[in-house]
């Protein structure tokens, strides 16, 4: 699948085969996946293509990244937080140029130190650069360079070994406001486990007088280890009739693993009850 760069930066997860268009250059995937044992040492490689008609230089910066509990990620230096992958990657070349029309494929190895078997993470930076004329260039990336527009390339690591999957949905409380459309309603995910999970997140609401159940569309959310992930679900307003119902938030993370739910009474056409 590919998508064509009109002035933001648009970036899609598509499996392992994504592709990101920024400012006339190109990378493919924007997501790796590594699953070496402790000790073990496994290469991957990213496609990096000029679609400008000059020729451009770039190079490839890594970061470290904390997950919030909304799902933004806010960025660190390389190898400040606990489970930073960034000291275990080479990377080659981590700066080339290429000329218009030309692709690099850039070999990404991971080196597993042999004591870690918990997932780990971080991000990879492909920036093109111009140069400068005066020495107040951006340190991070040596003098004389000016970085410009970027595309982050996701990097996560879990050894194969390590089937420690544990989700939980832990409350539901709805959280919505004067004016708004719809009824909203905030649930609370725990990742108890050691992976990065991917969870389809479904609604369904249950007539408690007649059994009836109505389902909303699903969705999918990354947690991570140990961590605490908010979703916020909506009930759109008439798509149920008047009465007392059973609203439930259901988290499916694999056909391994049970359901995991959580559930709040709620009114409809009349006041919320617990």
């Known amino acids: 699948m590919r998508i064509v760069f009109k002035g933001l930066l648009i970036l899609l997860f598509v499996n392992l085969t994504a592709v990101l ?10 997501r790796l996946d590594f699953n070496a044992e402790p000790g073990e040492n496994q290469t991957k490689v990213i496609n990096i293509k000029n679609h400008s008609n000059k020729k451009a230089s770039y190079v490839v910066a890594i970061s470290d990244f904390l997950p919030g509990s909304d799902g933004k990620r806010q960025m660190m230096p390389p190898a400040t937080t606990r489970r930073s992958a960034a000291n275990w990657l080479n990377i080659n070349p ?4 290429l000329n218009p029309g030309d692709q690099i494929p850039i070999q990404v190895s991971m080196l597993v130190p042999g004591d870690e078997y918990g997932a780990a993470w971080c991000m990879l930076y492909i920036q093109p650069t111009r140069e400068q004329t005066s020495w107040d260039a951006d340190k991070a990336l040596g003098a004389g360079v000016m970085v410009s527009g970027r595309i982050g390339v996701a990097v996560y690591q879990s050894p194969t070994s390590n089937a420690n999957h544990s989700v939980k949905v ?6 919505t406001k004067e004016g708004d459309a719809n009824r909203k309603f905030s649930a609370t995910l725990d990742n108890l486990g050691d992976k990065v999970t991917k969870c389809k997140v479904h609604l369904i609401a249950s007539n408690i007088m007649t059994a009836e159940e109505k389902q909303f569309p699903s969705f999918e959310v990354e947690t991570y280890p140990k961590m605490t992930r908010n979703v916020e679900v909506e009930l759109p307003a008439g798509e149920l009739p008047p009465g007392q119902y059973a609203l ?3 988290v499916d993370y694999g056909p391994r693993f049970a359901l995991e739910g959580a559930q709040l009474v709620i009114e409809v056409g009349g006041v919320d009850s617990e």
């Not at 981590?94 to 140029?97: I, N």
């Open 21 to 30: 268009f920024a400012q006339d250059f190109e990378v493919a995937p924007v």
């Open 94 to 97: 981590s700066f080339f140029e």
């Open 170 to 175: 832990t409350s539901i409380q709805e959280i």
């Open 248 to 250: 439930a938030v259901i």
